[in-house]
């Protein structure tokens, strides 16, 4: 019995070890690694880990992208177009749909919830940004922010392409300026990370 135990712990650990080696690493600038780098900047830098494009794939992606964007466009999208003229800044948050993240009671409180959405405001009124924007991929969860502020559809997809592309945890956000600058965090943040990427734009 003693054997046949020891046995079926080597044919799992075989396993595991064929799997590890069955994948390819790739860092956020799509230059190939190994396991141990690749879990090593998981576990202490800003990057999640997300499949790639070929099935085997696993791709690093920087959680705090920063860079220069086509502005009028995503303005455009969301019916910002006077805050564009004026040259207003502008904030979106993205809900990716329900998840284990954005389901937990500590994300789901109502009070927090809208403690939120009036530090959004505040950071929205303090540097003269357009009216924030919620944005959903999938709406199912949502119902916990009725009476605290409204979601609309992300239109055409156009911000899951551009910022958003795998469903990162909880919600994420990108701040925009009329120049085209942005910076955002990808997944679960701080609300008060808002704040920094609009001094920082």
Known sequence: MKRISILVLGLILL???GNL???SYFDERS??????????KILNGPYFGVPGKQSGEMRLVNRMPVGLTDARLFYEKVGKQAAFQAGQPLVVIFYPGKDECNSARSTSDPKTLKSDHLAVLRYVKKHGAAAP?????????????EGIHGWIP???GVF???FFSFPYPCKSFVVISPKGNYRAILGEFPIS???VAFKKL
Do not use: N, S
């Open 15 to 17: 396993g595991f070890q």
């Open 21 to 23: 080696l069955a994948q």
């Open 31 to 40: 230059k190939r690694i190994l396991y141990p780098e690749y879990e090593e």
């Open 133 to 145: 924007v919620y944005l959903y991929q999938q709406p199912h969860g949502l119902e916990k922010y």
């Open 154 to 156: 992300d239109p055409e």
């Open 160 to 162: 899951a392409q551009q």
């Open 193 to 195: 990370q808002i704040d």
